[in-house]
């Protein structure tokens, strides 16, 4: 299976202009195929193939007045910037037709210049040594390996952020290793007071990063409001907002996948509740507090990592009542309001603290599924 690495990169101020003509010229080589792409379609006319792009746009373009810049970065970070324009499009026309699972993916679109920027090397295109990475017509850039590469990488994508960070994103090959088995198994209910509630009785709270800052960014934000677009105090402040809400996304990544990981380590079935995400953040009195708790990344973590170190991972219906079926006897008691947190079983008499109950829940409908099954 595929993964990636990724890493620090800290470029001098020459090599900072280098990478931003080389970002520069491959969001033009995007940008201009797709209006092309665009005009075709409105003209009646089928999308041009990937190989009449290259042609068109790279080969043909650095021939021109206009576009003879595009000599001067790297062949290779074009090819693929064109690459990943037919990906997008062959993603897009797949959801279109239902050929592709999940959320139904838009079309692509143009790219600007303060969004987050990356340029892809491909094998041929970079080199790897002991303190640095060292990119086509770029040089020799400073790299801190956090952690060692598992495998020879097939590319490297170098990104720079909204705050201004520099990283190189590394894709290997590597081999699942399945952790020793165990048979501990548990089920998780999430919620908003409570992240996660483990079926022993567990209860884990989030960091919340926005909750504890949203003062500053509240801040930042009319500060940057305050400020003319284009102009060097509106960079500096729209910087200044990055990076807040680089360290609130990095806490909240950071705690993610520790908590995975533990999780994966100590059990061999995961159960979670498909939860309707995106349903539920509408509601705009949970919306942020939801957001800021990051429930479908806390999946996703848990269904790639149980992939990779062969446990099992199991999502039973939203619509099964967790929170209001007794984990003792199975009497459903019926619905309960949000604000009752505890709550006695009419039919044995338990009483139940209402998060453990639906964790326990989450595992036993999943059991009797594997056994009804």
């Known amino acids: 299976m595929k993964a990636r690495y990724r890493y620090r990169i800290y470029p001098t101020v020459g090599q900072q202009m280098s990478l931003a003509k080389l970002f520069g010229c491959c969001r033009v080589v995007w940008n201009d195929a797709l209006a092309f792409c665009l005009s075709q379609y409105k003209a009646g006319e089928k999308k041009p193939k990937n190989a009449e792009l290259q042609k068109q746009f790279i080969t043909q373009a650095k021939k021109t ?38 959320k139904q993916v838009l079309p692509p679109k143009f790219k600007k210049r303060d969004a987050k920027q990356s340029a892809r090397f491909r094998q041929g295109g970079f080199k790897i040594g002991q303190t640095f990475v060292k990119l086509a017509k770029i040089g020799k850039l400073k790299i801190v390996w956090s952690r060692p590469l598992p495998a020879e990488p097939s ?10 960070r520099y990283f190189g994103s590394f894709v290997v090959e590597i081999t699942s290793k399945a952790l020793p088995r165990t048979e501990n198994s548990v089920g998780i209910d999430l919620g908003i007071a409570t992240f996660a509630t483990l079926d022993d009785g567990q209860k884990i709270d989030a960091p919340k990063p926005l909750k504890k800052r949203i003062n500053r960014l509240r801040r ?34 950071d705690f993610l996948h520790k908590l995975s990981t533990q999780i994966i380590c100590e ?15 509408k509601n705009r009195k949970l919306s942020r507090a939801i957001s800021d708790l990051g429930w479908r990344q806390f999946r996703t973590y848990l269904e790639g990592k149980a992939e990779k170190y062969g446990r099992e991972f199991r999502v039973i219906s939203r619509w099964e009542p967790t929170s209001q079926t007794c984990s003792c006897c199975g009497f459903r008691g019926g619905k309960l309001e949000l604000s009752i947190r505890e709550w006695t079983c009419l039919n044995c008499g338990a009483t139940h603290d209402r998060d453990v109950n639906a964790a326990r829940k989450c595992d036993s409908f999943s059991r009797n599924r594997e056994i009804g099954g």
Do not use: M
């Open 267 to 281: 059990n061999q079935t995961i159960v979670l509740e498909d939860l309707n995400v995106a349903g539920i953040v």
């Open 65 to 102: 007045v206009e576009r003879q810049w595009l000599t001067e970065v790297s062949n290779i970070p074009l090819q693929q910037s064109l690459n990943d324009l037919e990906q997008a499009y062959q993603n897009f026309f797949k959801s279109c037709k239902g050929h592709r699972k999940g």
């Open 220 to 253: 930042l934000s009319k500060n940057l409001s305050r400020k003319t677009r284009g102009s060097k105090r509106y960079e500096r402040a729209r910087k200044r907002k990055a990076k807040l809400q680089a360290k609130l996304k990095d806490t909240r990544t």
């Open 155 to 164: 590319s490297v994508t170098i990104i720079k952020d909204a705050a201004g």
